[in-house]
């Protein structure tokens, strides 16, 4: 496993955008698939895209079009560069990197969208 450290939550408003960043501890990121995940208050976790690593992205239906998911290996690190957010996308976002069994989780970070 790895440790990931997810960070650029916050709020933001209708149609705005945020980045969210996820750092992991360890250079064998690279050899796996990462994700991001979402959890609303009364909700079960969801997934939100994924991207593999050679840095091929795909989207769930909600994200398609407005969200974006990169990473750079040399930075263990992948982004979620998320626009025109609206307040359905409010929820607490995880990292996640399928090192096997359970994989890796991050902490999670607050996206708030509200006016």
């Known amino acids: 496993q790895v440790q990931l450290v997810e960070s650029g939550g916050g709020l933001a408003q209708p149609g705005g955008s945020l980045r969210l960043s996820c750092v992991a501890s360890?250079?064998?990121?690279?050899?796996?698939?990462a994700a991001w995940y979402r959890q609303a208050p009364g909700k079960q976790r969801e997934w939100v895209g994924g991207?593999?690593?050679?840095?091929?992205?795909s989207y769930a239906d909600a994200a398609k079009g407005r969200f974006t998911i990169s990473r750079d290996n040399a930075k263990n690190t992948v982004w979620l560069q998320m626009s025109s957010l609206k307040p359905d996308d409010t929820a607490v976002y995880y990292c996640?990197?399928?090192?096997?069994?359970?994989?890796?989780w991050g902490q999670g970070t607050q996206v708030t969208v509200s006016s």
């Open positions: 996640y990197v399928s090192t096997g069994g359970d994989g890796s």
């Open positions: 360890s250079s064998i990121f690279r050899f796996y698939f």
């Open positions: 991207i593999t690593r050679d840095g091929v992205p």
